[in-house]
């Protein structure tokens, strides 16, 4: 981690610990102060996971079409998205990935490179 974020995160946390002083006083003992931290962090981590997984998602779905990875084919992306939980080590995140149906191989796939199951109809 860089000094810059580091400076960032120490500002984030330093709001963040005077809006819960009360609570934070509340608490007896390291581990119950461990407890309450890592939960933060945790959460901190879901939703800067879910955030950068969204705008990649909306990238990847301002391209029209994006090429089958089995036949090369160009593919449209699919009005609707896919919704995944990706289970990570700080928990559950959940976002919607778009994805492509290619109509030569009828193959279902994410264009961003994760590969879906090869959904043939």
Do not use: N
């Not at 500002?11 to 006083?25: C, P, Q, S, T």
């Not at 559950?92 to 778009?98: G, L, N, Q, R, V």
């Amino acid at each position: 981690m860089d000094d810059l974020l580091r400076r960032e995160v120490a500002g984030f946390i330093e709001g963040l610990a005077v809006r819960e002083k009360e609570r934070l006083a509340a608490l007896g003992t390291f581990v119950e102060i461990e407890d309450l931290t890592v939960e933060i962090g945790d959460e901190v981590a879901r939703q800067l996971a879910r955030f950068e997984l969204s705008r990649r998602a909306e990238e990847t779905a301002a391209a029209a079409v994006h090429a089958c990875p089995e036949c090369g084919t160009e593919a449209a992306v699919e009005d609707e998205r896919e919704p995944l939980i990706l289970k990570g080590r700080r928990g559950e995140i959940e976002y919607s990935e778009p994805f492509c149906r290619c109509t030569r191989c009828r193959v279902s796939f994410f264009p961003s490179g994760g590969r879906a199951a090869a959904t043939g109809s």
